[in-house]
């Protein structure tokens, strides 16, 4: 595959109430995966796996872009780790169909959902499964210095989006609740997927990459409720942020990459966030609007059939936006109202990818 590595490299990655605390909840399935371009110049290939790790800690926590110095004992932390299972079949006259299944392993660590006492609520399992078609929009045999490739598809809720976990309301006494939006496996909805992916080959050593992904989500809210160890407070249930929301989600990526023999280095920058509306349907119900601007270098090595990959995005601007909830509490009190979110200093990609 003589482009092989630019090719991965291209695609390597995937991806409320007046107290509300806690991260942005873009999951793996806002990302891109190393396989997608892989078909590019297959020779024979027909099969083709990815396995991407994704992780992040967040523990910092921003209203707009302003960093709030939380201290430490009161910080929030949330862990999240998934492994995006993938699997992309070569179709023929540049067709090619992609499903993907991320499994996750989260938790969040508070005080403030536990009565004062720090603890931790947890998750664990399969996430939402995407299904996505792709179509080079040039003949790959005779466009090898640029292309752009369109895919179309949807999203499935597999995941459990009303996973429970126990909230300490004191030392003796607990309740049982579902875990925060942040650390839930699904959001409930059939997402509608847009994707884009291109590139433009400068010389043999350097080339431009660009990824863009939208996913719709047309539901509005999956009825879970955002009580954790109290009851919901009132002007929450007025503002319409008792229920948790089923955001839209976005990310872009657009760097260049450097190619020598096997080994491919990138640095570009990656933009992903959930819009306060969304584009299709409804914006109720509790979600964490906002976005996240990161550097992303990396770097890629093949080896015959299998590519190991490595990316680590370092954040350069976070923002939370005043959601349509916040909105709704700021007519209702004549107080403007944005609810704070947390975001990581950095995220680590790693995975393989294996032809067959």
């Not at 990396?298 to 080896?303: A, D, E, N, Q, V």
């Amino acid at each position: 595959m003589k482009y092989g590595i630019l090719l991965i490299a291209m695609l390597s990655l995937n991806v409320a109430a007046a107290n509300a605390q806690g991260c942005m909840a873009v999951r793996q399935i806002a990302g891109f995966g190393p396989y997608g371009l892989m078909n590019y110049n297959p020779k024979g290939n027909s099969w083709i796996l990815n396995l991407n790790n994704r992780y992040f800690n967040s523990s910092r926590t921003f209203v707009g872009t302003e960093d709030q110095h939380t201290p430490k004992e009161n910080q929030v932390i949330n862990k999240t780790y998934t492994l995006d299972i993938s699997l992309l079949r070569l179709l023929g006259n540049d067709w090619s169909i992609a499903i993907s299944l991320p499994i996750s392993a989260n938790s969040r660590s508070t005080k403030f959902e536990h009565g004062g006492a720090r603890h931790s609520t947890h998750s664990y399992g399969i996430g939402d499964t995407r299904l996505v078609a792709y179509k080079w929009l040039l003949n790959s045999a005779t466009h090898q210095k640029g292309n752009i490739q369109l895919g179309l598809g949807l999203k499935f809720p597999t995941g459990d989006y009303r996973y429970m976990d126990y909230y300490y309301v004191n030392d003796t006494t607990r309740v049982m609740n579902p875990v925060d939006q942040s650390i839930q496996l699904g959001d409930g909805g059939t997402g509608i997927i847009f994707e884009m992916n291109t590139f433009h080959r400068l010389s043999k050593s350097f080339n431009l990459y660009g990824n863009f992904f939208y996913m719709s989500n047309p539901r509005e809210q999956n009825g879970v409720s955002t009580a954790k160890n109290a009851p919901v407070p009132p002007l929450a249930v007025e503002a319409g942020s008792d229920v948790m929301s089923v955001p839209d989600q976005y990310t872009a990526r657009a760097g260049i990459s450097y190619l020598h023999r096997k080994l491919a280095a990138e640095l570009g920058i990656r933009a992903e966030g959930v819009p306060v509306y969304d584009l299709i349907g409804g914006s109720g119900g509790l979600r964490r609007a906002g976005y996240n601007i990161s550097l992303e270098p990396g770097i890629t090595y093949r080896l015959n059939r299998m590519v190991l990959y490595t990316y680590v995005p370092v954040s350069l601007k976070r923002s939370i936006s005043q959601s349509y909830t916040d909105k709704n509490i700021s007519n209702i009190t004549g107080t403007y109202t944005i609810s704070p979110g947390g975001f990581p200093d950095f995220l680590i990609f790693a995975g393989a990818t294996f032809s067959f």
